[in-house]
Nanobody, 124 residues
């Protein structure tokens, strides 16, 4: 079983950048596919980005393409979400999630392990 801890959230002005980290306790992320989700106030949780366990396949939701980058270091047990050109609509609690399986998972029910979330607030 893996425990995930996010960090890196905060308050930033529109157009700014943040880098979220998600560290897995207990070792590596080998064989884990990973996802970043977010939940904005009054909205449903949505998938922001996801990768296969190797990082060879990566998905981004349309609203973040070209602005967000998902990276991972399996040996270090850490994934990151680099968020550039932030917009007010990116304000949300961001969660990383993991699943010990191959391929990319696009829905929350495919992930077994979740972090506690980190708040991202983008001001205008």
């Amino acid at each position: 079983q893996v425990q995930l801890v996010e960090s890196g959230g905060g308050l930033v002005q529109a157009g700014g950048s943040l880098r979220l980290s998600c560290a897995a306790s207990g070792g590596t992320l080998n064989n884990y596919r990973m996802g970043w989700f977010r939940r904005a106030p009054g909205k449903e949780r949505e998938l922001v980005a996801a990768t296969s366990w190797s990082g060879g396949s990566t998905y981004y939701t349309d609203s973040v393409k070209g602005r967000f980058t998902f990276s991972r270091d399996n040996a270090r047990g850490t994934v990151w979400l680099q968020m550039n050109s932030l917009k007010t609509e990116d304000t949300a609690v961001y969660y990383c999630a993991a699943s010990q399986s191959i391929g990319v998972a696009y829905t929350a029910d495919k992930y077994e392990y979740w972090g506690q979330g980190t708040q991202v607030t983008v001001s205008s």
